[in-house]
């Protein structure tokens, strides 16, 4: 089994600022894409960023210039800097990750951390 731990998010003002991390643990032998989704209610889950083992970025139209992926392979995390925060970045993120394990490879997800952006 495969677990992601996400931590990180909370209440901050418009224009703040904060960091996500998500922590993957289990029988893992490496991970190949690790990243971020959102959602808010009555929404789907939307990509946020994803980042290869070797480093390769997908992220967002809605969020270049202001958030950061980022990982650390040695410690299976995923971190999102996130800046500039507007209201409409408001939801719930959620780790993704998709492990090489004993028994295959398949997406795992986090159990999510809500970020608001509110005055």
């Known amino acids: 089994q495969v677990q992601l731990v996400e931590s990180g998010g909370g209440l901050v003002q418009p224009g703040g600022s904060l960091r996500l991390s998500c922590a993957a643990s289990?029988?893992?032998?490496?991970?190949?894409?690790m990243g971020w989704y959102r959602q808010t209610p009555g929404k789907q889950r939307e990509l946020v960023a994803t980042?290869?083992?070797?480093?390769?970025?997908n992220d967002a139209d809605s969020v270049k210039g202001r958030f950061t992926i980022s990982r650390d392979n040695a410690k299976n995390t995923v971190y999102l800097q996130m800046n500039s925060l507007k209201p409409e970045d408001t939801g719930g993120y959620y780790c993704?990750?998709?492990?090489?394990?004993?028994?295959?490879?398949?997406?795992?997800w986090g159990q999510g951390t809500q970020v608001t952006v509110s005055s």
């Open positions: 980042i290869t083992r070797g480093g390769i970025i």
């Open positions: 993704y990750a998709r492990p090489v394990t004993p028994w295959g490879t398949r997406d795992y």
């Open positions: 289990g029988s893992i032998f490496s991970i190949n894409d």
